[in-house]
């Protein structure tokens, strides 16, 4: 039986899902990967990103909102688009998308403020950080970075010779 919460929680990122500016975005970001070989920012991506991030929110105890994590997922990339067509990196231009939509979505100004500063933080790269170790920052930092690099399967991508991804960024097996 699904929790009131638990409803609460997915309604929230339904209504990001279905934002007309991240509908807008979102079919802009399809139609200019849809020939890219190498990883393509889609629905499937987002929502694995989401739910990897949830499985280490539960495992590690970080106490994340589920509609906060399901909001970093499925909004952290859908700059990207900017960025192709604008050169406007793309977690700037998601960060600023995010103040567009959540607010519309039912979230406050501290959890929008929350999921922006993730957004711009979710490609620096912390060597030895750990989920349990980077105190110092929110936790939602960390797990949507690492959930954004485990979500990709360069292990098995037919692109990965000519990827640029430095080889510590790349996934070399299921579980590493």
Wanted: net charge negative; charged share 25%.
């Amino acid at each position: 039986m699904m929790r009131e919460s638990d409803m609460h929680d997915t309604d929230r990122a339904d209504r990001i899902w279905r934002h007309p500016v991240y509908q807008e975005h979102f079919l802009q970001l399809q139609k200019a990967e849809h020939t890219r070989e190498f990883c393509r920012h889609t629905l499937a991506h987002f929502l694995d990103v989401a739910r990897i991030a949830h499985i280490w929110n539960l495992e590690y105890g970080l106490g994340i909102p589920k509609d906060i994590l399901y909001a970093a997922a499925l909004l952290h990339d859908i700059g990207r688009y900017l960025q192709l067509s604008e050169g406007i990196p793309h977690d700037q231009a998601s960060a600023s998308l995010c103040a567009r939509i959540m607010p519309e979505c039912g979230f406050t100004p501290e959890e929008i403020l929350r999921v922006q500063n993730a957004i711009l933080h979710h490609r620096g790269h912390s060597p030895g950080s750990s989920l349990e170790t980077s105190a110092s920052q929110d936790p939602l930092f960390e797990c949507l970075r690492r959930a954004d690099k485990r979500s990709r399967n360069c292990f098995d991508c037919p692109a990965a010779r000519e990827c640029n991804w430095p080889a510590d960024r790349r996934m070399h097996g299921i579980c590493t």
